[in-house]
């Protein structure tokens, strides 16, 4: 076992598979790792995973610690949480990253607790730097970046006294990495040790919904902001976006106001998206929105206030009315 | 008899209604110009606490961490019906992150007494991080239940709940004592009583105001506390060490204010003609099919 502190990744697995974000995660250890000079590792916990794990290695993963129970095939907080921390004292990593999920933003916490460590929320950006504390200079420390106070700032966090640094980041930030079927992974079998009376939650029932919205797969969003968010400008957002076989989208006001489902969410607290075109209607364009969206292809921005900063990024300007432009966008596909 | 209960919540500068001046010339936060807010998910996890004193009984009391101005959430808790407000409130809890900031409600919950739930919201809007609430129940060393759109079933052994997860949600149950973290989609957060408001709006003086009118109040079963409890570091007993700056591994290294890349972006005139001729454009270059 290498005494480095290496790179762990939390491998988050549903219905015995394993998540997206657990794979994207590798890419990015894998990163960090490199530029430290250690190796990427990962732990996971559940039960009869064995012949899913082999994909870790084909992500960047060298080594995998594996708690096989059976008491651990659903998610239970304390079990879990317990679990990781026995991982990480026994094996030292430096970093320690987990998927911004509801499992991963249950668990990491309360790890964080436990050891006293750092934690960072939803960083869009993992890099590795110095810091200095007085005079004394912490070199090859984590750099968490993430957007802060509703968006207007982005934050750049460290914890160097803390070991390990860990944080936070959300499915489809991170990039995964072209998998190499020849990379093989260790994996090294450890004995769940927690106690019965630890399991306190009963799962009595998992019900799986189809999301109406699928903005991941989605090619082409049409996304409506605060100055598209009266009922008629809605309906023509999703009327465009079901002419083009797109999805609608939406900001976070728009979510918070309770207009549309959280699963229409785009941006750092939602959902990260990656299509050929985003067509931002009446929305003003704050980082955190844009944290979940800048990289579509192609970008059209509508807004009446020329000064918008969504301008900013957009391919595409169109100064106007939103029902006004989004009608003569209908219009013209239907032509076309 | 019925349950006891514990509704952490927060004072937060309203994020969703940043103006120009919120933002100083050197990129940091002005946040003396920025209104401030009950955070909203837990003004959900209140109406939860109250819903299940309503249908089993108990007494809930709202604990907040902040500066002193953070006693207005508070009275807006008692507004809505919570039996007893705590504030911790000491220099030395400033600059807290999420760690430090659990360890001091962690203690302020302990000094409150036996506990069988406590609710959190699950975010708030300043920070967005989800992390306090599972950190107390760590700290505590409790059960947690996050991210809860509705409770399902509760008596005095035991608590049943949905949980939200990304493909669907669980259907989760769990003994007492238990934290739970709740989102906005559980339940419409009901408005103050004004009756409440007429008993509570001068409170936050350390002594009872004795021109209150009790008959007024007589209507009400519970009784009527004469002041918000203001704690400091002493008073919860916390290692001043863990507490505030000195107590958060987290640093802020770096604040940046946005800056925007641009990229080479086209003005489309609000024309038909224009607007036609991009959509004709985008699907020409296999953008739009």
């Known amino acids: 076992m290498s005494n480095k502190k290496n790179v762990m990744v939390f491998i988050e697995s549903r219905a015995g598979k394993i998540a997206e974000v657990s794979l994207e995660l590798l890419g990015a250890a894998r990163d960090l790792a490199g530029k430290l000079g250690v190796q990427v590792e990962a732990v996971a916990i559940g039960h009869d995973l064995k012949n899913e794990l082999t994909v870790l290695g084909h992500y960047g993963c060298q080594r995998v610690y594996y708690i096989n129970d059976e008491r651990l095939a ?3 907080s304390v079990p879990y949480a317990k679990t990781v921390v026995n991982t990480i004292k026994a094996h030292n990593p430096g970093i320690v990253l987990f998927g911004a999920t509801t499992m991963g933003r249950d668990v990491a916490p309360r790890v964080a607790s436990a050891l006293k460590c750092g934690l960072t929320a939803d960083c869009t950006d993992l890099k590795i730097g110095e810091h200095q504390i007085k005079d004394k200079t912490y070199k090859n420390t984590l750099l968490q970046i993430r957007p802060a106070f509703g968006g207007n700032i982005i934050a750049t966090i460290v914890s160097p006294e803390s070991v390990p640094s860990m944080a936070t980041v959300r499915e489809g930030v991170m990039k995964m990495i072209t998998p190499n079927p020849d990379a093989a992974v260790e994996i090294i079998n450890e004995a769940c040790t927690i106690a019965d009376n630890d399991f306190l939650t009963e799962v009595l029932e998992v019900i799986n919904e189809e999301k109406a919205v699928n903005l991941k797969a989605a090619q082409i969003i049409v996304s409506a902001g605060m100055g598209a968010s009266d009922p008629e400008a809605i309906e023509l957002a999703r009327t465009l976006a079901a002419a083009l076989c797109g999805e609608l989208g939406c900001s976070r006001p728009v979510v918070d106001s309770g207009i549309l489902d959280k699963d229409h969410q785009v941006g750092q607290t939602g959902i990260t998206v990656r299509p050929n075109l985003y067509i931002a209607c009446g929305i003003s364009g704050q980082i955190q929105h844009r944290a979940g969206m800048s990289e579509a292809k192609r970008i059209i921005a509508i807004n009446k206030d020329p000064n918008a900063p969504i301008f900013a990024i957009a391919h595409y300007g169109i100064v106007g009315d939103v029902k006004d432009v989004l009608t003569k966008m209908i219009n013209a596909y239907k032509k076309a | 008899m019925g349950l006891r209960m514990i509704v952490t919540v927060k004072q937060v500068p309203d994020t969703h209604n940043v103006t120009g001046e919120a933002m100083k010339e050197d990129g940091t936060v002005n946040r003396a110009a920025l209104p401030t807010i009950f955070n909203p998910e837990d003004l959900n996890a209140l109406e939860e606490a109250l819903k299940i004193k309503e ?15 953070a006693v207005e959430v508070l009275k807006e808790c008692l507004y809505r019906g919570a039996d007893d407000a705590v504030l911790i409130s000491d220099r030395r809890f400033a600059g807290a992150d999420t760690l430090a900031t659990s360890y001091a409600l962690k203690c302020a919950i302990e000094q409150a007494g036996e506990y069988d739930l406590i609710l959190c919201g699950r975010q708030a809007i300043d920070g967005d991080t989800a992390q306090v609430g599972p950190q107390i129940a760590e700290k505590l060393d409790i059960n947690q239940l996050t991210c809860i759109s509705a409770v399902t079933e509760i008596d005095e052994e035991s608590i049943t709940a949905k949980r939200s997860v990304e493909d669907g ?19 419409e957060p009901r408005s103050a009583n004004a009756k409440k408001v007429m008993t509570y709006k001068n409170i936050g003086k350390e002594i009872c105001n004795s021109s209150y009118d009790e008959s007024y109040m007589a209507a009400e079963t519970c009784a009527v506390i004469s002041h918000v409890k203001e704690w400091n570091v002493e008073a919860i007993s916390a290692d001043p060490v863990q507490c505030g700056l000195s107590g958060s591994p987290t640093k802020v290294k770096k604040i940046q204010s946005v800056v925007l890349t641009g990229c080479e972006s086209r003005q489309i005139a609000n024309s038909e003609t224009e607007i036609t001729n991009l959509m004709n454009e985008l699907v020409s270059e296999n953008i739009i099919g």
Request: aromatic share 10%; net charge positive.
């Open chain 2, 169 to 187: 949600y669980e259907i989760v149950k769990s003994g007492f004592p238990v934290l739970l973290t709740v989102t906005a989609s559980a339940n």
């Open chain 2, 55 to 69: 249908r089993t009984g108990g007494h809930v009391t709202c604990i907040s961490m902040g500066p002193p101005n």
């Open chain 1, 74 to 76: 659903f998610f239970s």
